[in-house]
C-alpha cells in the first residue's frame, strides 16, 4: 500500500519473517528487521531504476525517429539532449554529441568536421 506524503510515496513493507524466528532477543530481531527493511528498499530502487531506463530508452527512440536535427542545451550551454539526425547533419558521431558536451566543444567538434 502506498501512502502519498507530498511528493514522497511511502510504501509499507512488510517485515514479519525476522520476528517469527526461535531466537527472539531484541537486538538480534531488531537487526534482521533492518537487514529485511533495506533489501526491500534496494528491491525497490532497483526496480524503479529499470522502469525508467525502459522509458528514457522510448522516449530516445521517438526522439531519434524525428527527421529534424534536435539538439536541447541547458542555461549553461551544455548539451540536454539530442538526436541522431542532428550528429549525422553535421557529420558527428552520436557520441561526440553527449550530454553535458558545451555548445562550444559542440562548435569545435563541426568546425573540425567541416560543416
Known amino acids: 500500500m502506498l501512502a502519498e506524503t507530498g511528493r514522497l510515496r511511502l510504501r509499507a513493507i512488510p517485515v514479519t519473517s525476522a520476528a517469527k524466528g526461535a531466537d527472539v532477543d531484541g537486538l538480534g530481531t531488531l537487526e534482521r528487521l533492518a537487514t529485511e527493511s533495506l533489501e526491500a528498499v534496494i ?6 531504476i529499470a522502469q525508467l531506463q525502459e522509458q528514457a530508452q522510448r522516449y530516445q527512440s521517438a526522439f531519434d525517429a524525428v527527421a529534424q536535427g534536435i539538439c536541447f542545451f541547458d542555461g549553461e ?4 539532449l539530442s538526436n541522431r ?7 558527428l558521431a552520436p557520441e561526440q554529441i553527449r550530454p553535458v558536451a558545451t555548445l562550444r566543444e559542440i562548435v569545435e567538434l563541426r568546425i573540425a568536421a567541416g560543416t
Open 77 to 80: 550551454d551544455r548539451v540536454i
Open 85 to 91: 539526425r542532428f550528429a549525422e547533419i553535421y557529420r
Open 43 to 48: 528491491n525497490d530502487r532497483d526496480a524503479t
